[in-house]
């Protein structure tokens, strides 16, 4: 078989799994691993394709994810989630690993470095599917949401610690101390290079990008700054990933953060799909039958001792039901388990049999997550019937509601912000031309940098709680993308648009705009006001 007939099945089977799980509500994450599961299947060998080669390029699926946390990881975000991500995050992390390392070398005699590896990486949730559908039902706003996400947001961090650890286990130096001493200094370089010389340029190199308004190039830019952090960390001996976060904490302070995540979603995305195709790709269906009943055993036990863990944890600072809800979201196994099982391969750390076993058992923890986690209200409902409170604002996005979001921010969307200002209305506005976005900072307006026809991009400034929407551009192309943006997001979002002539009604009335605003019948009438005025002032 030819790698363009592999590359065509994979995406048929992919597609068509993905379509089918949708209509249970199931993460893609656990369609694309049945896909290289399937296609392993079918496949006696590799036919000539570089496994090495696909492996790294399935890494940038999990380099651009971290990218994506790195662009959350803000300090004003950490500064209002202090307890959530370092109180409860650290005690997660630290005594679930501890647990499981514990276990795996007393009941299973796996020697120290493999049980640590392999603790550390069941502590670990799924930020993917966890995030998403939190985000989905709107529970990221009420309190056992704020805790997931503050664990999972410390467990992201974890990552690049846990990853630095294998290589500390498997490198050859002799005194542990030098190894120490060269990862510190290699460090500080990197964070150097990347922070005090990286965040002047890269402010000043986007700038420049932007003004070009070519929009493939500014798309090219970032995958420059992220693929070059990356190869820099690499180079100094630390993972492709943390170059990657770095890189985007540089980008998390800047006007193009909204911009960059927007434009990079459907791209990670791609590329993490890769990822698990390669994480199925290495599942040995015959160890699976073999190990059947012990798989279904260890998913269990696993799901129910890392629960409990973090039910035990919450309820030291919290109240009973508060503390089951987030134990129920964060039982599984999470997405990064498998690139820290990678590089213990890799590395020599782990046997192959052992790590057919745990593939199996995160797969089968992810299939349940995807299924379960939507009715965790529910499901605790069931046992504990007292309300619980929610919280008004989400760390994930701008925090804003009851607001207008003005797409434009020129001379109209200028005039239209002032207005609302002098109104006491809470708004946003988005703008691409970085010179009217920096006039509105510059001003002190709440103007983000970004294209107003990107979902991700209206997601971001929390449009389905806005009062409505204003359109202040003269493009007619561009506003009907964003009028359908915006019904493709909830059809019952509001908006105002402003028209120049009556036939644009006609252009479009398939959008249903809750209002037009003609600006010449505005404009004539003033006219008409402002000369009857003079012939009243002669008179």
Known sequence: MGILALIVITLAVSLFLNLLLKKIDISPIVGYILTGFIISLGLSSTNGIDQHILSEIAEFGIV????????????????SMKKEVFVFGTLQVVLTAIFFTFIAM??????????????????????????????????????????????????????????????????SATSLSDLLINTVLSGAIVIF????LGKYATARFLAYVVDSKTEELFIVAILLIVLAASLLAHAFGFSYSLGAFIAGMLIAETKYKYQIEADLVPFRDILLGLFFITVGLQIDINVVIENFFIIGVLTTAILLAKAIIIFLIILVFSFTKRAFKTALALAQVGEFSFAVFALAKANNLIHDDILQILLAVVVVSLVFTSIVIKYVRAFTNIFFRSPSEAMSEPITSAGAANHIVVCGYSLLGQKVVKNLKSKGVSYVAIEHDRKHVQEGLDRGDCVLFGNAASKTMLNSVDIKKAIAVIVAIDNDEKIRTICEAIHSIDKKIDIVLKISHQAQIKDFEDLDIKAFINENEMISGVLVDEAIKCEIVKA
Request: cysteine-free; glycine content about 6%.
């Open 193 to 196: 290079i990347l922070f005090v």
């Open 64 to 79: 651009f994810l971290m990218f994506t946390i790195g662009l959350e990881f803000s300090l004003h975000h950490m500064k």
């Open 106 to 171: 007393k009941f299973f005699g796996i020697d120290t470095k493999t049980a640590i590896v392999i603790g550390s990486a069941l502590s670990l949730s799924s930020t993917a599917i966890v995030l998403k559908v939190l985000n989905e039902n709107g529970d990221i706003h009420r309190p056992y949401g704020r805790y997931s996400l503050g664990i999972l947001l410390f467990q992201d961090l974890a990552v690049i610690p846990i990853l630095l650890m294998i290589s500390f286990f498997s490198s």
